[in-house]
């Protein structure tokens, strides 16, 4: 039978009717030429060794071997996703690396992790990719109309409104293709696509593929599943080390290898030759492998027209997150139970009247100053860290899509800076209300609320900036204690700054609650009122703070502004390595 033509029983109706009429018939397909693909990583092991190879239009290839044998990445090298260090890679004639951006666009990049949010109903998933991933101005019922044709070709639309949580394993890894089959790409590369399915559900998945191939896309996945090698037109068998071992058709391989089976293969490759021998052993026998190379017609990729701008790109990201957010339950409301419950412990932990000038209490001034700021840092604090982390698959495949990361950082400041000044607002009418703050103008508390703005927008930034540079949610966790302490100890509440040691006054530098503690301190006239009020504690408790709240509120703004700048960046610098971070 032809490649992408077989017949395979029990296929979904809905896959029959790819490239029938229903507008989901994919672009043509395309020729894939790599030579001499080599790729070595940090301590110098070489991950991918001198790897030459040819797909053919409409091709299911897959790429087999044991653990550790480079196939992820050969397969990122193909896909344009991670490029080697060496060699290159031609598609329909044209060598990527200086076109790789418009075909990317044509292309379609399925990783192992989920690449959809599971909070979201399916077809609101593919909605929110659409508008990322459509050209600019694509109108809604065009979107509609793809998002449609998606869920029909991978027989999902009575599926649509379900949770992606909810759906079973092989739902969730085709609900990942018809994300990308919204753009009707050329290709697919998929990385283990039926890893952890059970083999029913991994055999569906596999005839999804041939359906797509069929309908005019070259396939190529890595697998380590020998049951997924009957599925291909040819196979891409590496050694350890990345060597290449083989390339041809599952028989083939069988007859090259001189085994029963293709478990067997495994076991050879693994047991007897070195990987370098098993190279040599196919490079001599490479001469009937001519496909390598076989002429191409030098057509370039026709992009499918301008992608959104990044204003575009904020909405719908800073829309996708809103109802992430708000359809997780239990997220939502730790992010507004948590504020409530720290605020009612404020309100029993502090007495009434601690500001009142007759008869100040100037160490219960002090810990409300200071808990108050340190309440803002916390929530902004916890609600960024675990934000970008989560997302970290669905980020990098988005940005080789073309989403841009500032407006992806600034969707998220957008939809939870809200939630934090909501929170901040509450701390302080709820505080007044009950006198634990004194009774002041609202100029007054316009400027401390504009002060626990600042600090939680800052605190908010850092959390970002932390949630972009660990690796996985336990690291995020792990990280507020040690972010939180500093913020205590040498925020120059507990312990004045200018009796610390040399170093911690050099830290107290860089810690935002410090100046958040001295601007609202100023903001309230606490100086003043520790010196003139009816407390002969006062003025020998200003005296050993120094010069601790006397410069302008604007200074202080100022001091918080620019941590904000620079957590942004860094989280930017970070998202940066982050979207393009080697996966092997």
């Not at 994300?179 to 952890?196: I, K, Q």
């Not at 900036?465 to 204690?481: D, E, K, M």
Request: net charge positive.
């Amino acid at each position: 039978m032809g490649r992408g033509q077989r017949e395979e029983e029990r296929d979904p109706p809905a896959l029959a009717s790819l490239g029938a009429g229903t507008g989901t018939s994919l672009r043509r397909s395309v020729r894939i030429r790599a030579e001499n693909l080599t790729r070595r990583v940090r301590t110098g092991a070489t991950v991918l060794h001198d790897v030459s190879l040819s797909i053919e239009p409409g091709e299911v290839v897959g790429i087999v071997g044991g653990s550790g044998t480079g196939k992820t990445t050969l397969l990122e090298a193909l896909a344009g996703v991670q490029a080697a260090e060496a060699g290159a890679v031609w598609f329909d004639g044209v060598e990527i690396s200086g076109s790789i951006e418009a075909w990317r666009q044509v292309l379609g990049y399925v990783p192992q992790d989920d690449i959809i949010h599971a909070d979201l109903p399916l077809a609101r998933t593919l909605r929110y990719a659409a508008g990322l991933r459509l050209p600019s101005g694509t109108s809604p019922q065009e979107i509609e109309q793809a998002v449609t044709e998606a869920l029909r070709a991978l027989d999902l639309q009575e599926r649509a409104d379900v949770p992606v949580g909810s759906l079973s394993g092989g739902q969730r890894k085709r609900a990942s293709i018809a994300v990308e089959l919204l753009t009707h790409p050329r290709a697919f590369f998929l990385d283990e696509p039926t890893s952890g399915l059970d083999p029913a559900t991994g055999a569906e998945l596999l005839r999804v593929l041939r359906r797509l191939a069929a309908a005019g896309a070259t396939i190529v996945f890595t697998t380590h599943a020998p049951q997924d090698i009957s599925a291909c037109d040819r196979i891409v068998f590496l050694a350890k080390g990345g060597h290449l071992a083989f390339l041809g058709t599952p028989a083939e391989a069988i007859a090259y290898f001189d085994v029963p089976s293709v478990e067997r293969i495994y076991e050879r490759l693994a047991a007897e030759e070195s990987p370098e021998a098993w190279a040599a052993r196919f490079r001599d026998r490479r001469a009937v492998a001519a496909g390598a190379n076989s002429p191409a017609s030098a057509e370039p990729a026709a992009p499918l027209g301008p992608r959104p701008g990044p204003a575009a790109q904020w909405w719908v990201l800073t829309r996708r997150t809103f109802e992430t957010l708000v359809r997780n339950r239990l997220t939502l409301a730790i992010l507004v139970g948590s504020p409530v419950m720290v605020v009612a412990m404020f309100t029993i932990l502090f007495r009434p009247g601690a500001f009142d000038p007759r008869r100040p209490e100037p160490s219960a001034i002090l810990m409300i100053l200071f808990w108050i700021t340190f309440a803002a840092f916390f929530f902004g604090l916890t609600y960024g860290l675990l934000q970008i982390v989560t997302e970290r698959a669905i980020l990098r495949r988005e940005h080789l899509g073309g989403v841009g990361l500032g407006p992806y950082l600034l969707s998220k400041v957008a939809v939870l800076l809200p939630f934090l000044l909501a929170v901040n607002v509450l701390m302080l009418l709820v505080l007044r209300a009950l006198d634990r703050l004194p009774a002041d103008s609202l100029r007054t508390y316009l400027s401390v609320g504009g002060t626990l703005a600042l600090l939680a927008t800052a605190a908010l930034a850092l959390g970002l900036l932390t949630s972009a540079g660990v690796a996985n949610p336990s690291q995020a966790t792990l990280a507020l204690p040690l972010l939180s302490f500093p913020a205590v100890l040498f925020s120059g509440a507990i312990l004045p700054v200018h009796i610390m040691a040399g170093v911690g006054k050099a830290i107290s530098l860089v810690i935002p609650v410090r100046w958040a503690f001295e601007a609202v301190g100023r903001a309230l006239g606490v100086r003043e009122l520790l010196m003139e009020g009816g407390s002969p504690l006062g003025p020998p408790l200003v005296a050993s703070y120094g010069a601790a709240g006397l410069q302008p509120i604007g200074v202080y703004w100022a001091i918080l502004a620019g941590f904000i700048v620079a957590f942004l960046v860094g989280a930017r610098l970070l998202l940066q390595r982050t979207a393009t971070a080697k996966t092997r």
